[in-house]
């Protein structure tokens, strides 16, 4: 009796809300793990900390910043495989044909620099019509931009010696977190306003139009 192969691309599509409301929970466990390391350190200034304390906090920064990674790892994937599938169903809807394959919508989406720019170009080409989908599309881009900027200002910082470096680091960290969970909170907004749901998953009556490739353009 043969055995039937998972389709990963579709479980991984169908889960693409579940892993972007836990990358939003987990790093806004990280802002808060963040603000109280930085506590513990403006308090530790004039008396000492229980070490134990100290122990407790890392763990937290720890646990919730890789939590917050891992799961930001898992809905990248699960969106690119939502982006094929949502843009599958729209153009044979529509009856026409995708223009971009497959490859080029997985190079876009995850090649560093590029993945920047294109995403936000392949969901345009799928609601280019739709005024409020548009602008929630370019608040997410916008966000997204802004977040992957940042990433790469909080390495640079991590680079400073010093105690204020290091102080000034942590509530750095504490914002990155902040916007990561709010990308991801603006992602899931993108998801459903293309699915025709509301942000909690029920069922909204939209109608999506295919855009024109020279209205892009334009």
Known sequence: MPVSRRNWPKLFADRVALFLALTAIFFGLAVLAELARYGILVYNRTRLIDPAVLALSDS??????????LFALLSGISAVCWLLRIRRRAFTNSKQSDPRSTGEVIVGCAVP????VMPGVFLLEVIRRD???VTLVRAW???????AVLVLFNWFWRSRPGLQAMADGVL?????ALVASATAVATLMVVRR???RTLRGSKA?????????????S
């Not at 620099?113 to 920047?116: A, D, E, F, V, W």
């Not at 009556?205 to 353009?217: F, G, N």
């Open 60 to 69: 937290a920064v720890f646990f919730s910043q890789v939590g917050g990674t």
């Open 113 to 116: 620099g590029l993945n920047l």
């Open 131 to 133: 005024p409020r989908a």
């Open 141 to 147: 881009w916008s966000l997204w931009v802004f977040g």
């Open 172 to 176: 750095l960290s504490a914002f990155t």
């Open 194 to 196: 293309l699915e025709g």
């Open 205 to 217: 009556v939209t109608r999506w139009v295919i855009a024109d490739r020279e209205a892009l353009t």
